[in-house]
Nanobody
Framework: QVQLVESGGGSVQAGGSLRLSCAAS????????MGWFRQAPGKEREFVAG????????HYVDSVKGRFIISRDSAKNTVYLQMNSLKTEDTAVYYC???????????????????WGQGTQVTVSS
């Protein structure tokens, strides 16, 4: 139903910024709650940010609050993750994910999402 492709990853210096994009095909993203996850070597995949169908409900993991911004553009069928003030601990493969069931809160568990992109590498150097 949904295919997700991430882009925008790369290597930046600590304190820099990067914007990730997640383009969808198949079902339009307007019918999906979207999330960004990341996984660093030796660590579990963790929730980073999520946004509801209309964009009215947003949730971030504590470690990125005030630095990252998740947004969506229904006309372009795309979800973004703007990452500012990047830290070395932000280094990871970042994944876009989606689910289509109706909920009043943002899911944060890896096993709660139905669709996943292939990931894009983000490397932050000091």
């Amino acid at each position: 139903q949904v295919q997700l492709v991430e882009s925008g990853g790369g290597s930046v210096q600590a304190g820099g910024s990067l914007r990730l994009s997640c383009a969808a095909s198949g079902r339009t993203l307007s019918s999906c709650t979207m999330g960004w996850f990341r996984q660093a070597p030796g660590k579990e995949r963790e929730f980073v940010a999520g946004i509801s169908r209309t964009g009215g409900l947003i949730h971030y993991v504590d470690s990125v609050k005030g630095r990252f911004i998740i947004s969506r553009d229904s006309a372009k069928n795309t979800v973004y993750l703007q990452m500012n003030s990047l830290k070395t601990e932000d280094t990871a493969v970042y994944y876009c994910a989606a689910y289509t069931t109706g909920l009043s809160t943002i899911r944060t568990g890896v096993n709660e999402y139905d669709y996943w992109g292939q990931g894009t590498q983000v490397t932050v150097s000091s």
